[in-house]
């Protein structure tokens, strides 16, 4: 399998060529050259692999066919390391829960962060580990984060070999539980570092560092952000093991709801429908950061300025544009790179927006691609979340309370609707206390952590501070 830019670089990489870099060097983002196809023959086997040997050989099932240049026994370990009961908290990995009437919720954060991105990222720490030390190279990690992303990825590479971690927080704008999560980290690979500042000026900081080839090829930086193509794989396998736990028959279909920022964990549906998977429709959920559902609705993306992008009770769905949507439209375009090109090169950069309402392919959105959408607001996030915990007793975070929102707007009988559980309601207490006047349960490990003593850097938001920082621990160690 070789892999392709959506911008039309020549080119032509490997797997393991593209792990460790984020966009080509067009600027485009990487996708397989096909989608390999599964027919109702290889559906049947895979229900029986992960019904028999476990969510780490189905993993294996699906990652083979994109990965040929990683042995196939060493793929194999390293997704029986990632994908243990004793890291995702069951032997299902990802178990399915009745809601209601047709609608499932599909629990992806039972990680060591309790948030979905545990799912990929901690394969990614181990492939991080596996393929620096076969090519004796080291990597110093650069991000930014609000929340989730930056802790899930400290969490997956504590400890690992060959790798450091610096990663930038706006000082005291997360959860005090967020905080706690990544600042009681004590690995000597792991560096926090609390910018005076909001999420925007980490972000600055981190392409300020980045824009410097000179440093960033010195100091071995990159960055593990939600374009990573093994992240988009590593999630494509969840979709089959929820339509796998849902259905019974190969042929019979499901739908998804998706709660949406960055469109990094519905593209993975959009992977897994392209291979065959039986998916009804992909709903995308939106909370009031709505770039994604406006152009589902219209045809218009419109990428919103930081005045206009809101801080919401579903915060790892603030986003101004979505990072990975640019590989849908190359597909819903027929991969055609020049098109593609010319609208997130030129014309985003020149309007802020593009239009395909009038464009043929618009119309194929939903009927050949499944795509539909709807956003969710705090409003409704209360009242989803109180609903569910009165009705049925179960609690769920506000991430997934949008997606709960907005799937049942989109229910057909005869079809389950799983719903992606993106985070514990734990991580986010202050609205769970808003909606239903309690504080959420705390799984037991994370008993008192805000109380754990910290180890987290302050810095004022200037990048030439921050790189300082980061050549003095490279000089250390
Ligand atoms: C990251 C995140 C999302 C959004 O996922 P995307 O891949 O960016 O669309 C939704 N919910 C939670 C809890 C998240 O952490």
């Given at each position: 399998m070789r892999y392709l830019s959506t911008r039309g670089h020549p080119e032509r990489r490997r797997f393991s060529d593209i792990l460790l870099e984020g966009l080509a060097p067009d600027g485009g983002l990487y996708l397989p050259e096909t989608y390999p196809q599964v027919d109702a023959a290889t559906l049947a086997r895979w229900r029986r692999v992960y019904h028999e040997q476990g969510y780490a050989e189905l993993a294996f099932e699906i990652l083979s066919l994109y990965i040929d240049d990683i042995p196939a026994d060493d793929l194999r370990a390293l997704l029986r390391k990632t994908y243990t009961a004793e890291v995702f908290g069951t032997g299902e990995i990802v178990p399915l829960r009745h809601l209601e009437d047709g609608l499932w919720l599909e629990a992806l954060s039972n990680g060591p962060t309790l948030a979905f991105k545990d799912m990929a990222m901690q394969l990614l720490g181990h492939l991080f580990e596996y393929e620096l030390a076969r090519r004796g190279e080291t990597l110093n990690i650069l991000g930014a984060t609000s929340g989730d992303t930056g802790s899930a990825a400290e969490y997956a590479m504590r400890g690992k070999?060959?790798?450091?971690?610096?990663?930038?927080?706006?000082?005291?704008?997360?959860?005090?539980?967020?905080?706690?999560?990544?600042?009681?980290?004590?690995?000597?690979?792991?560096?926090?570092?609390?910018?005076?500042?909001?999420?925007?000026?980490?972000?600055?900081?981190?392409?300020?560092?980045?824009?410097?080839?000179?440093?960033?090829?010195?100091?071995?930086?990159?960055?593990?952000?939600?374009?990573?193509?093994?992240?988009?794989?590593?999630?494509?396998?969840?979709?089959?093991?929820?339509?796998?736990?849902?259905?019974?028959?190969?042929?019979?279909?499901?739908?998804?709801?998706?709660?949406?920022?960055?469109?990094?964990?519905?593209?993975?549906?959009?992977?897994?429908?392209?291979?065959?998977?039986?998916?009804?429709?992909?709903?995308?959920?939106?909370?009031?950061?709505?770039?994604?559902?406006?152009?589902?609705?219209t045809g218009v993306y419109r990428v919103r300025g930081s005045a206009d992008t809101y801080e919401t009770s579903s915060p790892s769905m603030d986003i101004s544009k979505a990072s990975n949507f640019e590989r849908f439209v190359f597909d819903l375009l027929g991969r055609d790179a020049a098109a593609t090109r010319a609208l997130f090169a030129d014309a985003l950069a020149r309007d802020g927006r593009f239009d395909l309402s009038a464009h043929p392919a618009f119309a194929q959105v939903r009927d050949r691609y499944g795509f539909v959408s709807g956003r969710s607001t705090h409003a409704n996030r209360l009242a989803t979340i109180r609903d569910a915990w009165e009705r049925f007793g179960v609690l769920i975070d506000p991430h997934t309370a949008d997606g709960v929102k907005v799937a049942r707007e989109y229910r057909q009988s005869g079809v389950p609707m799983i719903v992606l559980e993106t985070a514990l309601p734990i991580k986010f207490a202050a609205t769970i206390v808003e909606a239903i006047g309690r504080e959420p349960e705390r799984p037991a490990r994370f008993a008192g952590i805000e109380d754990l003593p910290k180890r987290v850097q302050v810095m004022p938001a200037d990048a030439e501070r921050v790189k300082a920082y980061i050549e003095s621990v490279c000089r250390q160690s």
């Open positions: 070999r060959g790798i450091r971690v610096f990663m930038l927080s706006p000082r005291g704008r997360m959860s005090p539980f967020q905080q706690a999560q990544m600042y009681s980290l004590m690995d000597a690979n792991i560096h926090n570092i609390a910018i005076e500042g909001v999420f925007d000026d980490c972000q600055d900081i981190v392409k300020a560092v980045s824009a410097d080839l000179d440093f960033k090829r010195r100091w071995h930086i990159g960055t593990v952000n939600s374009i990573n193509w093994a992240r988009l794989l590593a999630q494509v396998v969840y979709y089959f093991a929820g339509w796998i736990q849902a259905t019974e028959r190969d042929d019979q279909r499901v739908s998804f709801a998706v709660p949406s920022g960055n469109f990094g964990n519905v593209c993975a549906g959009h992977i897994a429908r392209m291979m065959g998977l039986p998916i009804e429709r992909l709903v995308v959920a939106t909370n009031e950061n709505d770039v994604l559902d406006e152009f589902f609705r």
